[in-house]
């Protein structure tokens, strides 16, 4: 069985094609709280710097999605969706202007889910 770490709902998915459309290459970042709160970060690929501290958690609509591994230690145990709502989103992400912005619903991983994806 696949199990993944990281989904998106129809609507989410809508949007994030609408913004691969107008910006091409993108990254998901998982925000670590600070200014933007916790909130995924839709970046221009080239505009963010990935290292051994970024954590891959897997693909969404064609879209890298990372976390720091610090952010990692507190989430390795939950399952994330990628969704959206009406408002602002955080002040780098690409999705300010279009009235929604990204959010993470999440959820304890199942012990299968765990198991396989813990370790």
């Given at each position: 069985?696949?199990?993944?770490?990281?989904?998106?709902?129809p609507e989410a998915e809508k949007l994030l094609q609408e913004?691969?459309?107008?910006?091409?290459?993108?990254?998901?970042?998982?925000?670590?709280?600070?200014?933007?709160?916790?909130?995924?970060?839709?970046?221009?690929?080239?505009?963010?710097?990935?290292?051994?501290?970024?954590?891959?958690?897997?693909?969404?609509?064609?879209?890298?999605?990372?976390?720091?591994?610090?952010?990692?230690?507190?989430?390795?145990?939950?399952?994330?969706?990628?969704?959206?709502?009406?408002?602002?989103?955080?002040?780098?992400?690409?999705?300010?202007?279009?009235?929604?912005?990204?959010?993470?619903?999440?959820?304890?991983?199942?012990?299968?889910?765990?198991?396989?994806?813990?370790?």
């Amino acid at each position: 069985m696949d199990y993944k770490r990281v989904e998106i709902t129809p609507e989410a998915e809508k949007l994030l094609q609408e913004l691969k459309q107008q910006h091409g290459e993108v990254i998901f970042h998982q925000s670590g709280g600070c200014c933007d709160g916790s909130s995924p970060m839709l970046l221009p690929k080239e505009d963010f710097y990935i290292d051994e501290n970024d954590i891959l958690m897997g693909e969404v609509g064609g879209v890298k999605f990372y976390m720091s591994h610090d952010q990692f230690e507190y989430w390795k145990h939950t399952h994330l969706t990628v969704d959206i709502v009406k408002g602002r989103g955080g002040s780098f992400s690409l999705d300010i202007p279009t009235g929604y912005r990204f959010l993470i619903k999440s959820r304890m991983l199942n012990d299968e889910e765990n198991k396989n994806l813990n370790p």
